[in-house]
């Protein structure tokens, strides 16, 4: 079985910074894409940011642009959301996904996905 742990959330003040790894532990499989994904309460999970393992191709929301970076360490085999000017809209649940397939899908839907992590909880007081 494969799982995505995510680590790194917090309470931080508008304006700070907070960085987000997701690892997966279990059984390994290929991966193609990997994302991240944030959800409040009564909304649906919504795209932040996706990368290609291989390529290294990043994908964005329009919403986080020019403030939040995907990257992925293959040694480590692990991705990162370093988050920056964050301001208190982006507080949510931010879920780690992972992608075991090739697909001409864009990377924002989350049926382009097969594995997700349980979720870390960031919040961005004003």
């Known amino acids: 079985q494969v799982q995505l742990v995510e680590s790194g959330g917090g309470l931080v003040q508008a304006g700070d910074s907070l960085r987000l790894s997701c690892a997966p532990s279990?059984?390994?499989?290929?991966?193609?894409?990997m994302g991240w994904f944030r959800q409040t309460p009564g909304k649906e999970r919504q795209f932040v940011a996706a990368?290609?393992?291989?390529?290294?191709?990043?994908y964005y929301a329009d919403s986080v642009k020019g403030r939040f970076t995907i990257s992925r360490d293959n040694a480590k085999d692990t991705v990162y959301l370093q988050m920056n000017s964050l301001k208190p809209e982006d507080t949510a649940v931010y879920y780690c996904?992972?992608?075991?397939?090739?697909?001409?899908?864009?990377?924002?839907?989350?049926?382009?996905?097969?594995?997700w992590g349980q979720g870390t909880q960031v919040t961005v007081s004003s």
């Open positions: 996904a992972a992608s075991s397939r090739p697909s001409s899908v864009a990377a924002y839907p989350t049926a382009r996905y097969d594995y």
């Open positions: 990368i290609h393992w291989s390529s290294g191709s990043t």
């Open positions: 279990g059984r390994t499989f290929g991966r193609y894409l």
